[in-house]
């Protein structure tokens, strides 16, 4: 079975650029016909969407931080990153990465990374 | 834009059968898929596709989906289940992951 393990620095300064990684084990990021989306959750508060990456490297984001969102593929690594650019508090959240399953947009979950934003 | 309306909250006493719903236009129309996310853990997929249950996932937790409404049973509700629960769609016309609000299952 698929396993998702993100990591990336728990703390990014305001107006700067938030990196983060999804390394896969139990499959290859390139292959499969498998879509690979990072979702956020603010502390306290629900569930967003971030936006998805296909096997063959196409993309889709939330409308809402489309501008500031990159997620790519690093094939060689078995990895998905995500950049997310100019952040602020507002951005300060927890970051899953997730796999679908079935059809199932979000079926496999990763343990998640705790990102703060300070001033 | 399309929205997915859950309550904030939800009380049962336990043994007693729960239930969440998830509101939308002509929810009906599309699959929903129910996540379980318990306080300082990750979400889980309990249920998609409406009804169909993950491996692993209790014959407690069944959903149903008709209309305007999305409805996630969870039976014989025990202790554990105590957390926050969310509904989900693939939204076809903005090609986007959709989450409801999320509702509290409190265990009393």
Do not use: M
């Amino acid at each position: 079975q698929v396993q998702l393990q993100e990591s990336g620095p728990g703390l990014v300064k305001a107006s700067e650029t938030l990196s983060l990684t999804c390394t896969v084990s139990g499959g290859s990021v390139s292959s499969g016909n498998f879509f690979w989306s990072w979702i956020r959750q603010p502390p306290g508060k629900g569930l967003e969407w971030i936006g998805f990456i296909s096997y063959s490297g196409s993309t889709n984001y939330n409308p809402s931080l489309k501008s500031r969102v990159t997620i790519s593929l690093d094939t060689s690594k078995n990895q998905i990153s995500l950049n997310l650019s100019s952040v602020t508090a507002a951005d300060t959240a927890i970051y899953y990465c997730a796999r679908d399953h079935v059809g199932v947009p979000i079926f496999y979950w990763g343990q998640g990374t705790l990102v703060t934003v300070s001033s | 834009s399309y929205e997915l309306t859950q309550p904030p909250s939800v009380s049962v006493a336990p043994g007693q059968t729960a239930r969440i719903t998830c509101g939308a236009q002509n929810i009906g129309s599309k699959n929903i898929h129910w996540c379980q996310q318990k306080p300082g853990q990750a979400p889980v997929l309990v249920v998609y596709d409406d009804s169909d249950r993950p491996s692993g996932i209790p014959e407690r937790f069944s959903g149903s989906n008709s209309g305007n409404t999305a409805t996630l049973t969870i039976s014989t509700v025990e202790a554990g289940d105590e957390a926050d629960y969310y509904c989900q769609v693939w939204d076809t016309n903005s090609d986007r992951v959709l989450f409801g609000g999320g509702t509290k299952l409190t265990v009393l």
